[in-house]
């Protein structure tokens, strides 16, 4: 990955994950928790394509495995957001630019039912079972709710600061100016300048043809006289 993106990235991922721990997680809603860090993973993602989804999944999750007051294993959270920024990462556009909004939806809910799912397995298999006790479709229903419901006011705002990230400001400038000069350039050889001054000097020609023929018929007066 690129500097620009892994500051990016490690800075958006430690902003969401304390949201989400300081505000989102004591709000005390009923069934999951809104999920912050998983959207920025997905906006993320969709700029980045797979590969970078799934290594900044791997890293946020990892984060919010070690981040107090996390009472799972170590790792984790890490595995399921790894797999789902992957995941996402192949719905990325292939311009870049998404047409409308009902593709990022579709892939919010999808995230959001499948982290909840991979994460209840995940800890089926190393023997937590607090899923079954809160009840997997209440948590399944609220969480797609959830970050549904905050989907559109994050991962655009996370989509439009990675590409932001992406462009080189540099670049864009001296791209700018080259384009200026490649306009200036062809105005300045262009064809109505090059009429101008062409019909500035048929002018000129046409002057000095009057002159002269003047002064042969001031010639020619004075030798019949």
């Not at 620009?4 to 300081?22: D, P, Y």
């Not at 791997?58 to 399921?80: E, I, T």
Request: glycine share 14%.
């Amino acid at each position: 990955m690129r500097v620009n993106r892994i500051l990016l990235s490690s800075a958006l991922v430690v902003v969401a994950l304390v949201i989400q721990v300081s505000v989102l997680a004591r709000l005390h809603l009923p069934g999951a928790v809104p999920d912050l860090l998983l959207l920025t993973v997905l906006g993320l993602a969709l700029v980045y394509g797979h590969v970078g989804g799934a290594l900044v999944g791997f890293g946020a999750g990892l984060l919010a495995d070690l981040a107090p007051p996390a009472d799972h294993a170590a790792g984790r959270y890490a595995l399921v957001l790894c797999v789902i920024g992957y995941l996402a990462g192949l719905a990325k556009p292939e311009n870049g630019r998404l047409k409308s909004a009902t593709g990022p939806m579709v892939v919010v809910v999808a995230a959001a039912i499948g982290t909840t799912l991979l994460y209840a397995g995940v800890g089926a298999l190393v023997g937590d079972t607090a899923a079954r006790h809160v009840g997997l479709g209440s948590l399944l229903f609220t969480a797609a709710l959830y970050d549904l419901l905050l989907a559109p006011f994050v991962v655009p705002g996370i989509m439009a600061l990675a590409r932001r990230a992406e462009n080189d400001p540099l670049a864009e400038t001296g791209s700018a100016a080259n384009s200026a000069n490649i306009s200036s350039g062809w105005l300045s050889s262009g064809t109505g300048l090059k009429i101008g001054g062409q019909r500035g000097g048929l002018g000129s020609l046409k002057t000095k043809a009057r002159t002269r023929t003047a002064r042969v018929g001031r010639i020619k007066g004075v030798k019949r006289l």
